[in-house]
């Protein structure tokens, strides 16, 4: 399995960057998981669009899914368009961004798949494992298993036993940590700190951290270090271009 960052901002992209992004890949398929703001051009310096075998949204928040316009913009608005793109997504996630456009001209672009959080899906060779994790909207965190090989993706969500029992055992944890130490008061049953990751991390026992969303302008060593106050384990930062292989 190998993870590609193609952004890893919390709430906008910073210069020469991306928001949530990252291409999953295995035996020659590619999953899209998130597709935020300003990550389709960071897809097309990888793949082309026709070779996306899915997408995977973890939730409708713009910085999660807006790119899935242009996206699906770039497969339908050709004169040899490749077949309608499984999209994953739970119900309702993603009415704004597909509303874009005018009434049908993305639908044969793409193939809805809404789910209930807890259900497990079959996407390509990967076994996803999905959990309804705490935030402002309705959050899909997932486990994906391919071989041996497990990734675990939060999307966005307060620290909670459901994270670390999604996460146990995970060869990566790939973690929203959009603050360092302190998560202001009316957010903290909805996003985390690196410190809280680091904490999870560890009593999950993953093999290594990554941790992604940072608000823009956080000193990426600093959120580090708070992660590995509590987690002994490798601890990096999800960048644009950053690439993990699993095994």
């Known amino acids: 399995m190998r993870i590609t960052v193609l952004g890893g901002c919390g709430a906008w992209p910073e210069a020469g960057q991306a928001c949530s992004g990252y291409l999953v890949e295995h035996d020659g398929f590619t999953l899209l998981v998130d597709v935020g703001y300003a990550t389709v051009p960071r897809l097309l310096e990888r793949v ?19 790119d899935l316009n242009p996206l699906l913009r770039s497969r339908a608005l050709r004169d040899d368009p490749p077949a309608p793109l499984p999209v994953y997504a ?20 793409y193939v809805l798949h809404e789910f209930t959080a807890g259900s497990r899906l079959d996407i390509g ?6 959990r309804l994790l ?20 939060t999307g966005d969500s307060g620290p909670s036993p459901e994270v670390v029992e999604l996460a146990r055992d995970a060869d990566l944890l790939l973690a929203e940590a959009t603050y360092v130490d302190q998560v202001p008061e009316d957010s903290r049953r909805d996003l985390s700190s690196a410190r809280q990751v680091g904490r999870q991390a560890a009593e999950a026992g993953v093999g290594e951290l990554l941790l992604t969303h940072l608000q823009p302008g956080t000193d990426p060593a600093t959120a580090r270090a708070a992660a590995a106050d509590g987690y002994q384990g490798k601890v990096g930062v999800a960048t644009t271009g950053l690439v993990i292989d699993l095994g």
Do not use: K
């Not at 060779?125 to 999905?130: D, I, K, L, V």
């Open 90 to 109: 739970l119900p309702g996630a993603l009415n704004a961004v597909l509303a874009l456009d005018r009434p049908g001209m993305l639908d044969a672009a």
């Open 48 to 66: 082309s669009q026709d070779q996306v075998d899915a997408v995977f949204i973890s939730h409708g928040h713009p910085d999660h899914c807006a």
């Open 125 to 130: 060779p990967f076994r996803a494992e999905t």
């Open 134 to 153: 705490s935030h402002w909207v309705p959050n899909a965190g997932v486990r994906l298993t391919v071989d041996d090989r497990v990734l675990v993706y």
